[in-house]
């Protein structure tokens, strides 16, 4: 027997016999780390052609967009809940004038010639209400 035929008699035997939640979370699991590798290597890439600053900037803006994305799904998530709208308005409130103050900050320290600042992502607030619409929109044409 070659290798070859033992995966594949492995994998007809796990089609078969393994629940389907379970190959679910191993499907998902998988794509996690397809995802991973592609930003790990699309990192080093910036690592080589732009050097630590541009490596920088690309983790910064991908943490700037899992942080949007994560944030408005389980802001979605939330709106569901009866308790959570009676405290929503309040809430957004407060992260709108917090996240004005950050970004207010993280910008004058950059101007006042502190470049670490310069990497620190601001928060996009404009982007959190447009991904929050997406997801609304998507359950509306289900």
Same mark, same amino acid.
Request: aromatic share 10%; charged share 20%.
């Given at each position: +027997?070659?290798?070859?035929?033992?995966?594949?008699?492995?994998?007809?035997?796990? /089609?078969?016999?393994?629940?389907?939640?379970?190959?679910?979370?191993?499907?998902?699991?998988?794509?996690?780390?397809?995802?991973?590798?592609?930003h790990a290597?699309?990192?080093?890439?910036e690592a080589?052609?732009?050097?630590?600053?541009?490596?920088?900037?690309?983790?910064?803006? /991908?943490?700037?967009?899992?942080?949007?994305?994560?944030?408005?799904?389980?802001?979605?998530?939330?709106?569901?809940?009866?308790? *959570?709208?009676? +405290?929503?308005?309040?809430?957004?409130?407060? +992260?709108?004038?917090?996240?004005?103050?950050?970004?207010?900050?993280?910008?004058? +320290?950059?101007?006042?010639?502190?470049?670490?600042?310069?990497?620190?992502?601001?928060?996009?607030?404009? /982007? *959190?209400?447009?991904?929050?619409?997406?997801?609304?929109?998507?359950?509306?044409?289900v």
């Open positions: +027997m070659n290798l070859g035929h033992n995966i594949d008699e492995a994998s007809h035997k796990f /089609e078969d016999h393994v629940p389907a939640k379970a190959k679910q979370a191993i499907y998902q699991a998988q794509d996690l780390v397809h995802k991973a590798t592609q290597l699309q990192l080093v890439n080589r052609t732009n050097g630590p600053q541009g490596a920088l900037h690309y983790a910064a803006g /991908e943490y700037k967009r899992l942080v949007v994305v994560c944030s408005s799904e389980l802001w979605v998530k939330l709106n569901h809940n009866y308790t *959570f709208l009676l +405290m929503a308005e309040k809430v957004a409130l407060t +992260m709108a004038n917090l996240s004005g103050n950050y970004n207010g900050f993280v910008d004058d +320290m950059s101007g006042k010639w502190y470049p670490l600042f310069g990497y620190l992502p601001l928060i996009p607030v404009n /982007e *959190f209400s447009k991904q929050i619409k997406v997801p609304n929109q998507r359950r509306k044409n």
